[in-house]
Nanobody
Framework: QVQLVESGGGLVQAGGSLRLSCAAS????????MGWFRQAPGKERESVAA????????KLADSVKGRFTISRDNAKNTVYLQMNSLKPEDTAVYYC???????????????????WGQGTQVTVSS
């Protein structure tokens, strides 16, 4: 049973920073791509970032390029999302997701992920 537990969310002023963490367990962490998604109230879930199993390749949604960074520590079974220059429109519940296929490429498509965390709230005040 794969489990993903996010942490690090909270309330921050616009222009501030937060780092989200997602701890994974239940299968070999280092062989699967990981992703971050978010969902704001009344809106559909959208992709934020993805990273390959090795950590060598990352993808970012256009809306967060230049502000967010995704990384992973395979020794700690953890993926991170560093969020800088936060804007009120970044307010959402952020979800960590684990890839469906071993050694699959990093993807910004939710279908490519088989397991999801419970989410962590990020609120950016103006």
């Amino acid at each position: 049973q794969v489990q993903l537990v996010e942490s690090g969310g909270g309330l921050v002023q616009a222009g501030g920073s937060l780092r989200l963490s997602c701890a994974a367990s239940g299968r070999p962490f280092s062989t699967y791509a990981m992703g971050w998604f978010r969902q704001a109230p009344g809106k559909e879930r959208e992709s934020v970032a993805a990273i390959s199993a090795s950590g060598s390749t990352a993808k970012l949604a256009d809306s967060v390029k230049g502000r967010f960074t995704i990384s992973r520590d395979n020794a700690k079974n953890t993926v991170y999302l560093q969020m800088n220059s936060l804007k009120p429109e970044d307010t959402a519940v952020y979800y960590c997701a684990a890839g469906r296929t071993a050694w699959g490429p990093p993807s910004l498509v939710s279908y490519d992920y088989a397991y999801w965390g419970q989410g962590t709230q990020v609120t950016v005040s103006s």
